[in-house]
T-cell receptor, first 112, second 113 residues
């Protein structure tokens, strides 16, 4: 079945540590790929997106993501996490000719 | 910020009552969406609109209807609210090509008792 998966429901990292959040999709052709962040009580904010070209994309707040076609993945990374990064992160895809499809989300906690 | 507001921001209602949520945008975007957000499910599409009076169903449309009589307003109606419709509802717009980005309103927390 076509889907977007985020294998980690909850991740805890220490402040200053590196972060990688995983996203996998199962669609025949490479869809448009997005990462969003949601702080408590807020709407979703776009972090970055990938349509084509360079497979490493830079976003806001120091985030980056790498598209790997062979793994159908679009993982989000940050070299050094700040306490303000604690939030929920959603991967989203747009298959050709379809609407946005969101993953279930990964909640990030940051230890001081 | 795509100029999206939602009203009300919080609502508590009783089972069986009708409820209408409003989404208003100020930037004349053609595409508008209603999602619900529940723990473990991410965002699920309820209905969407691709223009005035042009709407279509999403994956979880049962029990919901929508209307769009003006470009800037997209209304979501629960004809007879049920406890399973307790959720946080988000409105969104999508910019056109080539940027093709989705922006969200602040959400409406609806509790059905």
């Amino acid at each position: 079945a076509q889907s977007v998966t985020q294998p980690d429901i909850h991740i805890t990292v220490s402040e200053g540590a590196s972060l990688e959040l995983r996203c996998n999709y199962s669609y025949g052709a490479t869809p448009y790929l997005f990462w969003y962040v949601q702080s408590p009580g807020q709407g979703l904010q776009l972090l970055l997106k990938y349509f084509s070209g360079d497979t490493l994309v830079q976003g806001i707040k120091g985030f980056e993501a790498e598209f790997k076609r062979s793994q159908s993945s679009f993982n989000l990374r940050k070299p050094s996490v700040h306490w303000s990064d604690a939030a929920e992160y959603f991967c989203a895809v747009v298959p050709y000719g379809q609407n946005f499809v969101f993953g279930p989300g990964t909640r990030l906690s940051v230890l001081p | 910020d795509a100029g999206i507001t939602q009203s009300p921001r919080h609502k508590v209602t009783e089972t069986g009552t009708p409820v209408t949520l409003r989404c208003h945008q100020t930037e004349n975007h053609r595409y508008m969406y209603w999602y619900r957000q529940d723990p473990g499910h991410g965002l699920r599409l309820i209905h969407y609109s691709y223009g005035v009076k042009d709407t279509d169903k999403g994956e979880v449309s049962d029990g919901y209807s929508v209307s769009r009589s003006k470009t800037e307003d997209f209304l979501l109606t629960l004809e007879s609210a049920t406890s399973s419709q307790t959720s946080v509802y988000f409105c969104a717009i999508t910019t056109g090509t080539p940027t093709y980005e989705q922006y969200f309103g602040p959400g409406t927390r609806l509790t059905v008792t």
